[in-house]
């Protein structure tokens, strides 16, 4: 795993590196600075992912004993969401500056109008995306659940789903989802993983805040892949001494209806997914629930008899254009209630945020999902 991560990371700031130079050199001609100005904006564009690589390191090791370096990783985190979109907007300007190049137009003027539109148009698809994320919607889903009791009818639950509460997003943030799920008042609340973010943090805040949700409504919660990123145990704990029922490939019952969840892993989960639902010896005679953070095997979980998968994972793409690889990645189930045969799936874009603390064009979301019975 060390390996993975470290390849991961070697990866992830060589590219840094090259987007940075690259939109650097495209404004560049955009703009026509010159040499020496243009020298300048090379060196910032070098410079600027050695810090964002420094400052994300400190985030994630040291950052929640110092507010100043929380500051930072915030700060760090929003330019760098700031980077990608003038990335983004830069590729759109290199096509028009070659277009134009092609049929003999070199007009700097012309040029240049069109670099300041696309840098203005990064700084305010940026702008957005800070501001979306601090939003919550509700969606609402009705799931018929076959064979459950008269009760059920009308029952509701809240799907949360990538809290990822950690140095980004913490306290704060956590009060105002419980505070939100608890202006609902669902009857019970299922958590479809990444509680946490991976970063070890103050866990027993977040577990001070949780206990005001249990004290009044179940929780069930099954882990996600970003609390294998920290202290596992830990992040585990805080959430069991919250009173939340922590599903690690096991089950509950809950008002005669069986709900299960199964332990995200990041190594041969493929290979070895159906014999750990199979293992979890799942009863046949009720209704079932499986919370399975990712939206995948769907197979596996229909022919064990679950009726409703909930996942989460894929935030949605969290901001555009991701949500395209993201769909491609999926397909028709990385987002919104779908149907695999006889079993209903409800993938949630989540309510928090990873990497830079943005969702454009995709505000966070908690589900409310009224159950019917036959």
């Known amino acids: 795993m060390d390996l993975i991560r470290t390849l991961f990371i070697s990866s992830a700031t ?10 650097a050199k495209i404004y560049s001609v955009g703009l026509n600075t010159g040499s020496h100005n243009t020298r300048i904006l090379m060196i910032l564009a070098f410079v600027f992912p050695i810090f964002f690589v420094i400052s994300m390191g400190l985030g994630r090791t040291i950052g929640y004993k110092f507010p100043l370096i929380e500051s930072i990783s915030y700060t760090t985190s929003s330019i760098s969401g700031l980077a990608f979109y003038l990335f983004i907007s830069s590729v759109f300007l290199g096509i028009i500056i070659f277009v134009l190049n092609i049929f003999g137009i070199n007009d700097l003027e012309i040029m240049a109008k069109l670099s300041y539109f696309f ?17 919550i919607k509700m969606t609402n889903y009705e799931v018929i659940l076959n064979g459950a009791g008269a009760s059920w009818n009308g029952k509701t639950a809240v799907l949360v789903s ?63 892949n970003h609390e294998e990123y920290g202290p596992y145990d830990k992040f585990i704990n805080s959430v069991k001494d ?33 014999k750990v639902l199979e293992m979890m010896n799942l009863r046949t005679d009720m209704p079932t629930i499986l919370i399975n953070h990712p939206p995948t095997f769907q197979k596996e979980a229909n022919s064990i008899g679950v009726d409703l998968m ?17 769909r491609a990645i999926y397909g028709k189930y990385y987002y919104g209630l779908k149907n695999y045969e ?33």
Request: hydrophobic letters at 40%; charged letters at 15%.
């Open 242 to 274: 919250a009173k939340v029922t922590t599903l690690e490939d096991s089950s509950t019952i809950y008002e005669g209806v069986q709900i299960a969840g199964i332990t995200y892993r990041n190594k041969n989960q493929n290979e070895i997914v159906g």
């Open 119 to 135: 840098i203005c148009l990064g700084v305010l698809m940026t702008i957005a995306g800070l501001v979306q994320a601090k939003f």
């Open 162 to 224: 990538d809290t990822h509460l950690g140095l980004i997003n913490h306290q704060i943030f956590s009060d105002k989802v419980v505070k939100k799920i608890l202006e609902i008042h669902p009857d019970f609340v299922l958590h479809a993983g990444d509680f946490y973010d991976g970063p070890d943090n103050d866990s027993s805040l977040i577990t001070k805040s949780w206990e005001k949700l249990t004290a009044q409504i179940p929780v069930f919660y099954a882990p996600g």
């Open 14 to 23: 060589i590219t840094t590196f090259a987007i940075s130079l690259l939109t």
């Open 342 to 374: 006889s079993m209903s799936t409800v993938t949630t874009s989540g309510v928090g945020t990873t990497g830079p603390a943005m969702r454009l064009f995709n505000t966070p979301e908690l589900v409310l999902i009224t159950f019917k019975t036959n």
């Open 310 to 326: 909930v996942s989460g994972h894929t935030h949605k793409g969290q901001f555009w254009p991701i949500n395209f690889l993201v």
